[in-house]
């Protein structure tokens, strides 16, 4: 191990923000990205070192490298949580596009969908299980894969320990349809006090094999439940199909309901974890109708 590796899992180790998974990502992302300078010809004595000089190479080897957008925004989401870790919080800009990165693109086509229960026929009851929760609650897959309904189960909300969610950030999700309360009493029959990880695995091992079985079963993308979530909550909530599903933007509704069509959205956004109103042009389409550049 190199300097810089060793400072940067130093690093690491003395800044546990965030969940298990997210540290663990976090590490192996930022050795990654040591190995990358290393390979550049940069040989930092330790984090503290981190020049924007380094951050311009990196992203100019990724593109480099064919690497899209998105995996490079990621990757910088790291540098800059080193970057302000080391009390150079301005070392990157604050826009990804300040270095040539494209903005995030919001909703385009359909994303919402759920499984159906012939596609999860083949699974394990409790894998089944975990697939329902996500679109009963919009969980995220280690959300309903370390659910614990004796901890989650408040009766009228579900409890979501900052351990299972993404940045560690513990939420409440309320119940609101008799399904839903349904589910929670049959996870509670299978499950007991455990979790939906069977008491003979853990996290890693059943999520490896979770993913199998579910990509054997023809279920490529679970990320669509969490939409379907937020489409079906906005309906709830507003009384208006979203944007997504071919309901009104902004400028179709009266000014008086506007407010209460952003209020929506902030609930669903807090129920999904983000707490951003921003966030949900990604799961609900657009607030308002993309303009067009001026020819």
């Known amino acids: 191990m190199d300097d810089l590796a060793f400072s940067l899992r130093t690093l690491c180790h003395h ?18 990205i040591g190995r990358d300078l290393k390979a550049l010809g ?3 004595p330790g984090a503290n070192s981190l020049k924007p000089k380094h951050v311009d190479a990196l992203v100019g080897h990724w593109k480099g490298t064919g690497l899209s957008d998105a995996t490079i925004k990621n990757r910088l989401s790291w540098v800059r949580w080193w970057a302000m870790k080391t009390a150079k919080p301005g070392l990157l800009p604050k826009e990804n596009a300040t270095m040539g990165i494209a903005d995030k693109q919001v909703f385009k086509g359909r994303r919402a969908d759920t499984t159906t229960g012939a596609l999860m026929a083949g699974l394990s009851a409790r894998m089944q299980l975990a697939l329902r929760l996500q679109m009963a609650f919009g969980l995220r897959l280690e959300e309903s894969l370390k659910f614990q309904p004796g901890y989650a189960d408040r009766g009228d909300a579900i ?4 351990s299972w969610c993404k940045g560690g950030r513990p939420r409440t999700i309320p119940l ?3 399904r839903q309360r349904a589910l929670l009493d049959e996870v509670c029959r299978v499950v007991g006090e455990g979790s939906i990880i069977p008491p003979a695995s853990n996290y890693i091992g059943f999520r490896k094999a979770f993913e199998k079985a579910a990509l054997e079963a023809g279920i490529t993308n679970m990320h669509k439940h969490r939409h379907w979530y937020a489409c079906w909550r906005y309906r709830t909530l507003t009384g208006h199909k979203p944007p997504a599903e071919g309901g009104p933007t902004h400028d179709k509704v009266p000014v ?10 902030l609930e669903v956004s807090r129920e999904l974890g983000h707490n951003r109103i921003d966030v949900t042009d990604a799961y609900l389409g657009r607030r308002w109708p993309e303009r067009k550049a001026a020819a």
């Open 42 to 44: 940069f040989k930092l």
């Open 256 to 265: 008086a309901e506007r407010g209460a069509l952003d209020a929506a959205r």
């Open 15 to 32: 800044n546990a923000d965030g969940s298990a998974a997210t540290r663990a990502n976090r590490l192996h992302g930022l050795m990654a």
């Open 176 to 178: 609101t349809h008799p």
């Open 159 to 162: 409890a979501l320990k900052d």
